[in-house]
C-alpha cells in the first residue's frame, strides 16, 4: 500500500450525521489512469477532496505517496497536479500571473511546457482568469497541473461543462502527457466514453460503497450482454433458471427474447448456458463502459442478482 | 517565508485597485481645504487627509479581512491554494501579509496627496480626542500614533476576519459561542471592576494587558487554525477557530481572576513600601497601609507573632486601635460609589478568631471618627452630624445624639473624641473662621446612660491647635499652637490651667507620662531642655539635652524615662532620658518615628502608648522601612520584609 501514489484504506465520510461513504477501499498502481465513477451525490468529489487532504476522513485512513494525507498534504502536493470540478483560481489573475505564481511554488516546474500547453488549448494569456469561459478556465488549470511535473494527476470531473472539442483536446493531452510521463491518473468523471481508451483501471460508487474496482480490461471481458430466445418458460414475460448460470447485474424481459448483462462471463460458462433446453440463439455481446456503469449504478431491471 | 511573499504577492496582484482608489480618497482634503470650512488650509488638509486615511484603512481591514480568508474558505476558492505544496500556515500567513500590506499601504497612500500639498499634521503628535488621551501615553509622538494605528488596523484585520469566518459558516453553534464569550467579557470586568474599586489600577492595566495579547494572539492562531483544520469547509473551519477562542477566553478569563484574586490577597510580606502605621497603645498589633502588588492594602498586623488581618484597600481615614490594644476600628464604604453610605467595622484582636463586625449605620456620608473606651467595652462613631455609642461586647447601641451644629466642616478645625471611663465620651470640636487663624475649641459630652448631650465649655482661642493629648485620667488635656506655646486645659470645661511659652523658646513638644505628669520639651538658640512637670504643671526637673534644636516626645520607652526623636539634628537621633537622674543615651541614628504625632490629630487623645509601647519602638529607617527598636542600638526590619 505504501508504494501506490494514491490509497484509500476503510474510508467513511459523513455529512451531517448522514454517511456518504461507508469503508472505501482502493490503491491506484503507479502509472495508472483509475476512473472514479458515480451518479451525482455518490461521494466521488468528497473522496477527491479527501485525496486531497482538503478534509480527513471521518474514519479510516487516505495515503499519498505513502504518508497521511492531511497531515502530508503540503509536502506531497509537489508531486501533484489538480484540476478541480469547480475553477477556482483568483478572479483577478490573468493565466500568466498564475503561471508566474504556480512557478515559484513548484520544484520542478515547467515553464515552457505549460506555455506550450496554453498556446495549444488556445487560451488568453491576459484576460482574467473570472472572464475566461468554462473551457478557457478548465485549460488552465489543467495546463496549471500538468505544468508541476506531477507524479500523481488528481483530476475531478475536469471535462464538465466542456465541448466536444474541448473535452477532445484535454483528452489529447492527456493522453500525451501519459504517453511522456507515465504520470499515475486519479480521476472522477461522467463522460464515461471519453475515458474508455485511457483508464486502466475503473472504480464506481453507488450507494455509498466502492460496489466495483477492476481493470478495465477484465471488466470488459466479464460484463457481457447476453440476449436469447426464451423457450424456457410458458410466459415470454418471465424467465426461468437459465441464468442461474451467471450472476445478472440486469434483466430485461423483450418481446422477442431475454436481455441481460452479466457481471461473470466467460466463455466455458457461456456454453453451458446455450445448449440449455428452451434457450435459442444465445449471444454475447461486449459492453461499452456506459454499459457497464448503467448496469452498477443505473436503475435495476428485473434482475435477480447483483454484481 | 519565499511561499508566504509569493501569496502576499498574489493577494496585492489580485487587489492591487485599492491603491489607485485609496490616492483618488487621499485627493478629497484637498478639495476640502479648497472650500474654507475653518483653519488654515494646511491644518485642514492634513486633518482631512488623517480622518480619511483612517476610515479608508479601517473599511479595507474590516472588508479584507472579512472577505479574503472566510470568502475563500467559505467560496471554497482556497482549495486552488490547498492542492499547491502550501502549508496551512504559509497560506495563512500570506494571506494576511498582503491583506495588511494592502490596507496599511493604502492607508499611507491616502496621505500623500495632502503630504504633498503640504498639509499640516503636527497637530497629530498627541492623539485629538479625550477618550484618546485618557487610552494612550502622553507623549506617543508620530511613530508611536503611527504604530498604534497599524496595530489597531491589524487587529481589526484580525477580528474581521474571525468574524468573516463565524457568519460565513452560519454555524448553529453562534449563539453559543456568542454566550462564551460575553461570559468571558462579564467575568474579567467583574474582575477588572474589583481590581479598580480597590484602586490597583496598575495591576488592572497590566492585566487586561496580557488579556488583549492573549485575545490578539487568540485571534491570529483562531484564523490560523480555521485555515489548517477548515480547509475548505467553512463550518469546520468555524468550530476550528471556535475552540481557539473559547480555549483563549477561558485561559485569559480564568488568568485575569486568578490574577485578580492574587493582587486583591496580599499579606503584609508582600508590603514593597510603608506610608503610614497606627501603633496600638498596648500589645502588638499595628494598622498598617503600604504598596504591595500594585496597589495599597491596609492590614493589621500583630507584629509578634505575624497574624493578620486584611483591611481592604486603604481609606483616607487610619484605623484605630484602642487604648487595651484589644479591639481595632475602621470604616469602608463602596468605592465605587462615592456617594454611599460608610459603615464602621470592629473586629476583637484578642484570642484567635477575629471576626470582624460591621455596625450598621444609615446615610453615614462622611467619614466618622472611630473611637473605643479604655477597656474597649464601648465603641462610638462621631460623625458631623451625630454619635453613636454601642455595646462593643453585646452589640446594641447604648446612645444617640445630634451635635447642635456639625461638628466639623471641610478644611476648618478638626475634631476628636475620647471616652473617660465607660459612659462618658468628651468631644472637642476646634474650629476656625475661614480667614482667621485663631482656632476655638469647643468642648461637648455625651453622657451614654442619660443619652444626653450637651456642651461643656471652650477653650481658646488658639493660633492654629495642634493636636490635643488627654492625661491618663482624661482630667486635663494638652494642646500646642503655632506660637511655640503649649496649653494646659481643663478637659471637662477647657479652663486653662497653665500655659508654657516665652523663655526664650521657639519650639515645644509636650506629652503626658503614665503616671500623669507632664513632659515638655523647649527648645530655643543654643539650649535644648526636657522638663518635666506636675500634674498641675509645676516644674519637678530638667534635663539639657545636647544641642537638638526640635524634637518630638514620643513616649516612655520604659517607666521613669521619656524618648525623644530629633528632627532638626543630623543625622536624626533617638534619645532616651532617664527622669531620675537627667542621663541622655541615644538609643539610634538616622530613624524617625514611625507613629506620627499628628495621627492623633483626629484620633482618640486618650489612647497614649503605654511605657515600652510601640510608640517608642516602630521607625522608618533611611531607606523608609518599618523597623522596631528593641533597645539601644538594636534594630529589626519589619516591612518591606526585604
Not at chain 1, 145 to 165: H, I, K, N, Q, R
Amino acid at each position: 500500500m505504501s508504494d501506490a501514489p494514491l490509497a484509500f484504506d476503510g474510508v467513511t465520510i459523513r455529512f451531517g450525521g448522514r454517511e456518504l461513504l461507508d469503508g472505501v477501499t482502493l490503491s491506484l498502481p503507479r502509472g495508472s489512469v483509475y476512473a472514479l465513477l458515480g451518479r451525482n451525490g455518490a461521494g466521488k468529489t468528497s473522496l477527491v477532496r479527501c485525496a486531497l487532504g482538503l478534509r480527513p476522513a471521518d474514519a479510516g485512513e487516505v495515503r499519498l505517496f505513502g504518508a497521511e494525507a492531511v497531515a502530508g498534504r503540503a509536502r506531497a502536493m509537489a508531486r501533484i497536479g489538480v484540476v478541480p470540478e469547480e475553477p477556482d483560481a483568483p478572479a483577478e489573475m490573468t493565466a500568466d500571473a498564475l503561471v508566474h505564481f504556480c512557478s515559484r511554488l513548484y520544484p520542478a516546474w515547467d515553464p515552457a511546457g505549460v506555455s506550450n500547453r496554453l498556446e495549444r488549448l488556445g487560451v488568453p494569456r491576459r484576460v482574467p482568469f473570472g472572464r475566461m469561459s468554462k473551457g478557457e478556465k478548465g485549460s488552465v488549470l489543467f495546463a496549471l497541473a500538468l505544468g508541476a511535473s506531477p507524479d500523481l494527476l488528481v483530476l475531478d470531473d475536469p471535462t464538465l461543462g466542456l465541448d466536444l472539442v474541448a473535452r477532445r483536446e484535454l483528452y489529447e493531452e492527456l493522453v500525451g502527457e501519459l504517453a511522456d510521463r507515465g504520470t499515475t491518473v486519479f480521476l472522477t468523471t461522467h463522460d464515461l466514453a471519453g475515458i474508455e481508451g485511457i483508464a486502466t483501471r475503473v472504480g464506481i460508487l453507488a450507494g455509498g460503497r466502492l460496489v466495483l474496482d477492476d481493470e478495465l480490461e477484465h471488466l470488459k471481458d466479464r460484463f457481457r450482454r447476453i440476449t436469447y430466445g426464451n423457450d424456457v418458460t410458458e410466459s415470454r414475460a418471465e424467465y426461468g433458471t437459465e441464468l442461474d448460470l451467471f450472476d445478472a447485474a440486469r434483466v430485461r424481459v423483450r418481446g422477442w427474447g431475454v436481455e441481460a448483462v452479466v457481471t461473470n462471463f466467460d466463455e466455458e460458462r457461456f456454453e453451458r448456458f446455450r445448449v440449455q433446453e428452451g434457450v435459442r440463439g444465445a449471444s454475447a455481446d461486449s459492453l461499452p463502459l456506459e454499459e457497464i456503469f448503467l448496469a452498477i449504478a443505473g436503475p435495476r431491471g428485473e434482475g435477480r442478482a447483483a454484481p | 517565508m519565499n511561499r508566504i511573499a509569493t501569496i502576499a504577492r498574489a493577494e496585492l496582484s489580485e487587489k492591487w485597485l485599492v491603491f489607485p482608489a485609496a490616492l483618488l480618497i487621499g485627493g478629497f482634503p484637498l478639495a476640502l481645504a479648497r472650500l474654507r470650512p475653518g483653519g488654515t488650509p494646511s491644518d485642514v488638509r492634513g486633518t482631512a487627509a488623517i480622518l480619511l486615511a483612517g476610515l479608508a484603512g479601517g473599511a479595507l481591514a474590516v472588508t479584507l479581512g472579512f472577505w479574503s480568508t472566510a470568502g475563500d474558505i467559505a467560496s471554497r476558492r482556497a482549495a486552488f491554494y490547498l492542492v499547491r505544496p502550501l502549508t496551512s500556515f504559509e497560506l495563512w500567513a500570506g494571506k494576511l501579509a498582503g491583506g495588511l500590506l494592502m490596507v496599511f499601504g493604502a492607508t499611507a497612500i491616502a496621505l500623500v496627496p495632502a503630504a504633498l500639498a503640504g498639509g499640516s499634521f503636527r497637530g497629530w503628535n498627541r492623539p485629538p480626542t479625550p477618550v484618546l488621551d485618557a487610552i494612550l501615553p502622553s507623549h506617543i509622538g508620530p511613530a508611536g500614533l503611527g504604530l498604534g494605528a497599524a496595530a489597531a488596523l491589524a487587529i481589526l484585520f484580525l477580528v474581521a476576519q474571525a468574524a468573516g469566518i463565524a457568519a460565513l459558516a452560519r454555524s448553529p453553534r453562534l449563539f453559543a459561542d456568542a454566550l462564551v464569550a460575553l461570559g468571558g467579557a462579564f467575568l474579567v470586568s467583574g474582575a477588572v471592576r474589583r481590581l479598580l474599586l480597590a484602586r490597583a489600577d496598575s495591576p488592572a492595566a497590566a492585566g487586561l494587558t496580557v488579556v488583549a495579547a492573549v485575545l490578539a494572539a487568540a485571534l491570529g492562531v483562531g484564523c490560523y487554525r480555521a485555515m489548517k483544520e477548515g480547509g475548505i469547509d467553512a463550518r469546520r473551519a468555524d468550530r476550528a477557530q471556535a475552540r481557539v477562542f473559547a480555549a483563549a477566553i477561558a485561559v485569559s478569563a480564568a488568568g485575569f481572576l486568578l490574577f485578580a484574586a492574587w493582587v486583591l490577597r496580599p499579606s503584609p510580606a508582600d508590603l514593597r513600601s510603608v506610608d503610614w502605621i497606627v501603633p496600638s497603645p498596648r500589645g502588638d498589633w499595628i494598622g498598617i497601609f503600604g504598596r504591595a502588588r500594585g496597589h495599597e492594602p491596609a492590614f493589621l498586623v500583630d507584629i509578634k507573632t505575624g497574624e493578620y488581618l486584611r483591611l481592604g484597600f486603604a481609606r483616607q481615614r487610619l484605623p484605630v486601635i484602642s487604648a487595651n490594644g484589644a479591639a481595632a476600628a475602621w470604616t469602608s464604604s463602596d468605592p465605587g460609589f462615592p456617594e454611599s453610605s460608610v459603615t464602621p467595622h470592629t473586629v476583637s484582636l484578642a484570642g484567635g478568631r477575629h471576626r470582624a463586625v460591621a455596625w450598621e449605620t444609615k446615610d453615614l456620608r462622611a467619614d466618622p471618627i472611630l473611637v473605643f473606651s479604655s477597656d474597649a467595652r464601648r465603641f462610638a462613631i462621631v460623625a458631623p452630624d451625630r454619635i453613636v455609642v454601642w455595646d462593643a461586647v453585646g452589640g446594641g447601641m447604648l446612645a444617640a445624639a445630634t451635635p447642635p451644629r456639625p461638628l466639623w466642616e471641610e478644611a476648618r478645625g478638626f475634631t476628636c473624641a475620647t471616652f473617660a471611663g465607660e459612659d462618658r465620651l468628651r468631644i472637642y470640636s476646634a474650629r476656625r473662621a475661614a480667614s482667621d487663624p485663631a482656632t476655638t475649641i469647643e468642648i461637648f459630652e455625651l453622657d451614654v446612660a442619660a443619652r444626653r448631650l450637651r456642651s461643656t465649655g471652650t477653650a481658646g482661642p488658639f493660633r492654629r491647635a495642634f493636636p490635643i493629648l488627654a492625661s491618663p485620667d482624661r482630667s486635663r488635656i494638652l494642646l500646642r499652637d503655632e506660637t511655640a506655646t503649649v496649653h494646659l486645659l481643663d478637659a471637662v470645661t477647657g479652663e486653662t490651667l497653665a500655659t508654657f511659652s516665652g523663655g526664650g523658646a521657639t519650639f515645644r513638644s509636650a506629652t503626658f507620662l503614665s503616671d500623669g505628669r507632664i513632659g515638655l520639651f523647649e527648645s530655643g538658640g543654643a539650649v535644648a531642655r526636657l522638663r518635666v512637670l506636675s500634674p498641675g504643671g509645676a516644674e519637678t526637673g530638667a534635663f539639657p539635652v545636647g544641642g537638638a534644636e526640635r524634637a518630638w516626645l514620643l513616649g516612655e520607652p520604659r517607666k521613669g524615662a521619656l524618648m525623644l526623636a530629633t528632627a532638626s539634628a543630623q543625622p536624626r537621633a533617638v534619645l532616651v532620658v532617664d527622669l531620675a537622674t537627667g542621663h541622655v543615651e541615644r538609643w539610634a541614628n538616622g530613624l524617625r518615628p514611625a507613629a506620627p504625632y499628628a495621627a492623633t490629630l483626629s484620633g482618640d487623645p486618650g489612647a497614649l502608648s503605654a511605657p515600652g509601647g510601640l510608640e517608642t519602638r516602630l521607625f522608618f529607617d533611611s531607606r523608609f522601612a518599618l523597623v522596631e527598636l528593641e533597645g539601644p542600638n538594636r534594630v529589626r526590619r519589619l516591612f518591606p520584609r526585604h
